[in-house]
């Protein structure tokens, strides 16, 4: 592992001592894991251990990642501050809550099972790894078999060449729509596709809140990867903070911006560890009524700076709520690839917003099978657990 220090990228670009990892090879077979993509976002943000951890050397044994790994990791260095006294009562609750999408824009999941999923992306088919879908497919084999891209993940090669394309070979990127916004999807060789379709309903509950507000909304997106989210707040009408620790995500975040020509939206592309960053956004007294957050379940850097979420993750919440505004309306956490009921980041909501009133409601985010038609209702697919509170 190596740490780099970026100068400066763009106009409103920072990159400071940012940290990237390989991914270690794995197999279709094997079961997957959600690394924190974006650790201070990294693919970082990003996008599913946790991290990518440093390419092992050729006699290295391969290790199978839990659920699906996000893109290349940068680990947040720990700056240790005593957790806030919290008084009052605690919001009230709503659980189990399960949010649930069927897709919208240019994807949506065809079928699922026999630890792959199916899914649409705009004109591709594509296949990939996915350890929660135990069951059996429901299409026959043939359907499964005529798709443009399956994630192989059997060689060394980064970008497409951890990639079989049964039919043509295609390009790195190709062109997709999700909730209004024009992105790049990207065959990555860590078996992503620069979005995170699960999130479509906060993004959709955000995109909502920011239009219906009156007002300006100022939006955090902590380990915001390749900016999806950032651009559909700043496409309502907010104005955007999107932080990653990763120099490539914020360079993909800017292509994506390029591509839907929304380059005057008021978006401040922040390329730093997240954790330094709401730092010192508390010390300035800086304000947010959207805090949108994705940490990763393990990093490590350097300098001996390791993020664990269990021990860390309390923290990080903290600070995040010190820097809501008076009238703020949302703070949205979202956990991958821990060994966790969603009561665990639930109630550390609660005691997190103690005296703040609204309600805490937490759950899982999953994904429904839709057919090939995109309209006939299959099986849930769960992906996350998330945590979010809000004022009422």
């Known amino acids: 592992m190596t740490g780099k220090r970026f100068a400066k990228v763009g106009r409103d670009a920072i990159c400071t001592g940012s940290i990237e990892f390989k991914t270690r090879k794995t197999t279709l077979k094997q079961r997957e894991r959600r690394p924190g993509a974006k650790v201070a976002t990294g693919p970082s943000g990003g996008r599913r251990s946790d991290v990518r951890p440093a390419k092992p050397e050729k006699t290295a044994v391969k290790a199978a990642p839990a659920r699906e790994q996000r893109p290349p990791a940068a680990v947040p ?11 009052g009562e605690r919001p009230a609750e709503r659980v189990p809550v399960i949010l649930e999408s069927t897709g919208a824009g240019d994807f949506h999941l065809i079928d699922s099972g026999n630890g792959q999923k199916l899914e649409q992306y705009g004109p591709y088919r594509v296949v990939r790894p996915e350890g929660q879908a135990l069951w059996q497919p429901s299409l026959p084999a043939h359907v499964w078999e005529k798709v443009d891209a399956a994630f192989t993940g059997d060689t060394d090669e980064e970008g497409t060449g951890r990639w079989r394309f049964p039919k043509e070979a295609l390009g790195e990127t190709w062109p997709l729509n999700l909730l209004g916004v024009d992105f790049f999807g990207r065959f990555t060789s860590f078996r992503h596709v620069g979005v995170f379709p699960e999130q479509i309903v906060h993004w959709s509950w955000m995109k909502q809140q920011v239009e219906s507000a009156g007002r300006p909304l100022k939006v955090l997106n902590l380990f915001g990867y390749t900016g999806v989210a950032s651009l559909v ?40 560890d997240a954790m330094k ?34 021990e860390h993750l309390p923290l990080m919440l903290d600070i995040c709520r010190e820097i809501l505004s ?9 956990a991958y690839s821990i060994r966790a009921s969603f009561y665990s980041i639930h109630e550390l909501m609660r005691e997190t917003m103690r005296g703040a009133g609204g309600v805490v409601e937490s759950g899982e985010l999953v994904i429904r099978e839709a057919g090939l038609d995109g309209k006939t209702p299959g099986r849930a697919l769960s992906t996350s657990l998330f945590s979010r509170w809000v004022p009422k």
């Open 77 to 87: 260095a720990v700056i240790e501050r005593p957790l806030t006294a919290r008084h």
């Open 233 to 272: 707040a700043a496409a309502a009408g907010a104005e955007v903070t999107h932080v990653d620790a990763s120099k490539k995500a914020i360079g993909w975040a800017r292509e994506n911006q390029a591509l839907g020509r929304m380059e005057k939206l008021p978006i401040r592309w922040i390329c730093e």
């Open 277 to 310: 960053f709401i730092l010192r956004e508390e010390r300035r007294g800086s304000q947010y009524d959207i805090i949108l957050t994705d940490p990763p379940k393990f990093g490590r850097g350097p300098n001996g700076e390791v993020w664990h979420l269990f």
């Open 326 to 334: 008076p009238k703020a309306v949302g703070l949205v956490l979202t």
